[in-house]
């Protein structure tokens, strides 16, 4: 009998771990006995942890992490795959946006030949800030990181343990788990599933957090600001030579007196303006090549419930 592991970063969900796991339950013993279900506590500051550990005292097939300190999100992801057995992977959110009765649908699309099966979102149960934040998120992301990536597709799928497997060799310190999973190129479709509300609290990723998860990914994944910057130099330097060999038309052919000291000043600010902000790009991706360089663990480990032994990287 193949077996499940769910892998759920958790973070501030005291309020909903108990029905998300009774609706797990009902969900997965419709598919299979054999399956696990790893809760990873990312330090939200309530009390998941507590919880967590009196469903993992109750249910031996509950198992808990809890990191040392607020890692994030793709990160916990990271550790439940690194600590999960299953033939096959269910990732999922805690909120119950991610609803666990569409386990099944998932599972049973997986056994027609594909090793990742998608859940394509349909009418979104999100507020309009946080929609148009993921709409302009995944449009940049898009542009500048040269993927084409679907921004109605979360983390919600279910992989097999051949993609985790290949997935736990990649210990590069910016993590954006959809991006890898893509990246892999392993045989991938998706299924529309339906979207739930949440049920208590509200989204932390604010437009501030999709930015920097949007600019740090973009800099593991693309090397194309760098291009940009190059190009941008190139058209400055040739709108340069254009207008000088005009002004030199006319003081050479017309007798014109050059002037201008007004945009002369506005030109070197400009171009100083230019000059700094390329030079902060090649600044983030020679600081993010330095924490590279460190090989710190992704993250700690504070403590767990019913786990063991982690698989070796």
Request: aromatic letters at 14%; one cysteine or more; hydrophobic letters at 40%.
């Amino acid at each position: 009998m193949q077996s499940i592991s769910v892998v759920i970063p958790v973070y501030k969900a005291e309020g909903c771990l108990h029905k998300l796991y009774n609706r797990l339950i009902n969900s997965l013993e419709t598919i299979t006995g054999n399956f696990e279900i790893i809760l990873v506590e990312d330090c939200g500051g309530d009390r998941s942890w507590e919880i967590i550990g009196e469903l993992a005292e109750k249910d031996q097939r509950v198992k808990g992490i809890q990191f040392s300190r607020n890692f994030g999100q793709h990160y916990a992801i990271t550790a439940g795959i690194d600590h999960c057995n299953g033939d096959w992977v269910v990732i999922m959110d805690c909120d119950l946006q991610d609803l666990p009765e569409e386990i099944p649908h998932l599972y049973a699309k997986a056994l027609e030949g594909y090793d990742v099966v998608l859940a394509k979102r349909v009418n979104r149960k999100d507020s309009p800030v946080k929609k148009f934040n993921s709409w302009l998120f995944y449009k940049i992301f898009n542009y500048l990181a040269d993927l084409n990536y679907d921004g109605s597709i979360g983390n919600f799928r279910i992989i097999s343990q051949k993609v985790a497997k290949n997935f736990r060799l990649m210990r590069e310190q910016l993590r954006f788990f959809g991006g890898l999973v893509d990246w892999m190129g392993f045989p991938t479709t998706s299924i529309e599933v339906e979207h739930g509300s949440r049920l208590n609290g509200k989204s932390t990723y604010t437009f501030r957090k999709l930015w920097n998860l949007a600019m740090d990914t973009i800099i593991a994944y693309s090397d194309k600001p760098l291009k940009i910057a190059i190009n941008l130099g190139f058209m400055i330097s040739l709108f340069a030579f254009i207008y000088g060999a005009y002004i030199f038309f006319l003081v050479l052919f017309h007798g014109s007196p050059v002037s201008g000291w007004s945009s002369l000043i506005v030109s070197i600010y400009f171009l100083g303006g230019i000059i700094i902000s390329i030079l902060g790009i090649i600044g983030v991706y020679l600081g993010k090549t330095f924490d590279e360089t460190k090989k710190r663990p992704l993250y700690l480990i504070r403590g767990t419930e019913n786990i063991w032994q982690p698989h070796k990287i």
